[in-house]
């Protein structure tokens, strides 16, 4: 039996203090610069923008934006920063993974854009993960695997998305220790500007 101030889970507030800048991401500024160029611009705003971030403590945006957690193994929104805890060692049967469904027209869009989602992400070990998405008739930009260890965004790209489209990116977890997810950022991609050499 465990008195009010007792709990057979040990100390259940996470005091840690986690901030957006620590996690080192996946997408470098020469990447960007091969990926989105200012000629490969469309319609729409060209400066990076925040759009939506979803986290535990925020799951539903405008429209159908919404989020799902796949077999957590904790939510602990009280945390100091919240997050949604993950072990692939105690659900075999079936990956862990977190999916952020996103309603471009329901945040104003009127043409066709491209879509960042950034996952910030934390491994206490070494995890892979399978990110993916769906852009409708537009295409998903997103590393086959990628596996590490500490603190980082994973990347999923979504181009040519129609303003009507509800769409979607996941990171699934496929094999590797335990991790923590933090965050969602949305927004639209950085401005790429080559300097004219004379």
């Known amino acids: ?95 862990p993974a977190v999916s952020v469904h996103f309603a471009p027209g329901a945040y104003g869009a009127t043409g066709v854009g491209t879509y960042v989602f950034a996952f910030a992400v934390e491994a206490f070990g070494t995890a892979t993960f399978a990110p993916t998405g769906y852009a ?12 590490f260890s500490g603190r980082r965004t994973i990347t999923v790209i979504l181009r040519n998305v129609q303003p009507g489209q509800d769409t979607w990116a996941a990171i699934e977890q496929t094999s590797g220790t335990a991790w923590s997810w933090f965050s969602t950022r949305i927004s639209l991609p950085p401005l790429v500007l080559e300097v004219f050499q004379p």
């Open 136 to 147: 409708g008739s537009g295409v998903v930009d997103a590393a086959g695997a990628i596996s």
């Open 1 to 95: 039996m465990y008195t009010d101030k007792e709990s057979p889970f040990g100390d259940a507030y996470d005091d840690r203090i986690v901030r957006t800048g620590d996690f080192e991401p996946d997408v470098s500024v020469e990447d960007w610069v091969a990926k989105y160029r200012l000629g490969d611009l469309t319609a729409g705003p060209i400066f990076w923008t925040s759009i939506e971030t979803l986290s535990p403590t925020r799951t539903v945006g405008k429209g159908r934006t919404n989020l799902t957690l796949i077999r957590p193994t904790i939510l602990q929104t009280d945390a100091a920063t919240p997050h949604a805890a993950f072990d692939r060692r105690e659900s075999p049967n079936r990956n």
